[in-house]
C-alpha cells in the first residue's frame, strides 16, 4: 500500500518557539493532505486540507496564522505551529489523498510545548 | 496483519434500503471511532464507542459496540444519496486514560447510494 511518512514523530519544544512538522507521500503524489489533530483519548479532529500550489483550506476554528500549512509540492506538506503554546501539545497526523480517493495516513507526530 | 478488519470493503446499494458495515480486531478495543469521508475531503468524525454493548445514533446512523469490545458495526437505515461515501473505523487499543495514542485504521468502506 501507499506510504505516508512525518518527521519528526516526536518532539518537545519551549513556549513561544515554532515547530515544523512535514508530511510525505513516499510513492504516489497526493494534490491534496489533510492535516488532523487528536487529543488523547478522543477522536481526530481535522485541522485543514491543503492543496498543492493554492492557499490551505482551515475549518472552523482553526488559526491559519497559528497553523501554517505550505503544500509546495505534489509528495511534501508541512504544517508550522507558530508560538507554540502548552495547549498545542497534541498529536499530529497528515494524510495523503490518492487520485483513486483513497487515504493514507502518516504516522503522527507527538507535539510537547512545555 | 492488519489489526483492524473493515467489510465490505465497496457496498453499492439502492436509495431507501439498509446497510451495514462492520469492524472487527482481534485484541480488545477500548475506543472505537467512526468517520465518514466525502469524495475528496477530509474525515468527519461521526461517533465513539467505548463501553461493551454501548450504541449511538447520528441522524440515520447507529453504530454499536459488541458486549466483547472487539467489533463495531455501523447501521444506515433508509439510505440516501448524501450518505454516500467512505466509511472508516479508527481504534484505539490502548487502555490507559491518558496520553497520546495514534489510532489504527481500518481500510474503509466505500459506499455508494444510487437513487
Known sequence: GA????HPSRVICKSGTSVKIECRSLDFQATTMFWYRQFPKKSLMLMATSNEGSKATYEQGVEKDKFLINHASLTLSTLTVTSAHPEDSSFYICSA?????TQYFGPGTRLLVL | SQELEQSPQ??????GKNLTINCTSSKTLYGLYWYKQKYGEGLIFLMMLQKGGEEKS???????LDEKKQQSSLHITASQPSHAGIYLCGADFNPSQGGSEK???GKGTKLTVNP
Request: glycine share 0%; net charge negative.
Open chain 2, 10 to 15: 465497496s457496498l453499492i446499494v439502492q436509495e
Open chain 1, 3 to 6: 506510504v505516508v511518512s512525518q
Open chain 2, 103 to 105: 489510532l489504527v485504521f
Open chain 1, 97 to 101: 489523498l490518492t487520485s483513486q480517493e
Open chain 2, 58 to 64: 447520528h441522524e440515520k446512523i447507529t453504530a454499536k
